[in-house]
């Protein structure tokens, strides 16, 4: 069984700059304070990053999440998180549920997306979806659904936000507790993503 190793080394990569990113933080917490502190504006930039990372799949604002903890907290920054990450979600479905192939291959890899394709289909679509979201950081998950399943819109909606709402409050706060924790954080979403990987390769095998 081939298990998608490119993905899981890209969010080790990513989980590596979310840690180099919360040392930054932690040693200049004042400097960019003074710097990068724009009030609610900052935040409201933050949100569109977020979303406009979630909609260039697999683009991922986590390195930023350190920094953003340092201007606002754990709380407004996980806020702002699944804010930012969930309107993306939103919208990348709506993309490949309305503007169809065409347009959306020239922001994903068909193929890639394809890959989600039998681990959504069936009567529990909902809750496959929700361990996806718990599990994936990747957000060509949000085109795969639009593209190859008949998902309600709200339904969607609802299993993104449960999906998306632990991952931006486990990191949030992680990001200014003790390394072992933050270590223990990114050991975590690693494995989860081993699981949901081989979770999406059965489905295509079945």
Request: glycine share 8%.
């Amino acid at each position: 069984m081939s298990v998608h190793f490119k993905e899981l080394m890209g969010i080790i990569i990513i989980g590596a700059m979310f840690i180099g990113g919360s040392f930054i933080a932690g040693a200049y917490e004042n400097t960019i304070r003074a710097w990068l502190d724009i009030g609610s504006g900052g935040i409201i930039v933050y949100i569109l990053l977020a979303a406009f990372a979630t909609v260039i799949a697999p683009v991922s604002t986590l390195p930023l999440l350190p920094i953003a903890v340092a201007l606002w907290g754990a709380l407004a920054t996980a806020i702002s998180s699944i804010i930012g990450w969930f309107a993306g979600a939103l919208i990348a479905f709506w993309l490949a549920r309305t503007l169809g192939r065409p347009l959306v291959t020239r922001i994903v890899n068909l193929e890639k997306i394809a890959r989600y394709e039998r681990a959504l289909e069936g009567k529990y679509v909902f809750w496959n979806l929700i361990f996806l979201r718990l599990v994936i950081p990747v957000d060509v998950l949000s085109y795969a659904v639009g593209f190859f399943t008949s998902i309600d819109f709200k339904i969607y909606a609802l299993a993104t936000l449960i999906g998306i709402t632990p991952f931006a409050f486990v990191f949030s706060y992680a990001s200014e507790a003790a390394l072992p924790i933050r270590l223990g954080a990114l050991l975590a979403v690693v494995v989860a993503s081993f699981l949901g990987y081989l979770k999406v390769q059965r489905g295509r095998k079945t």
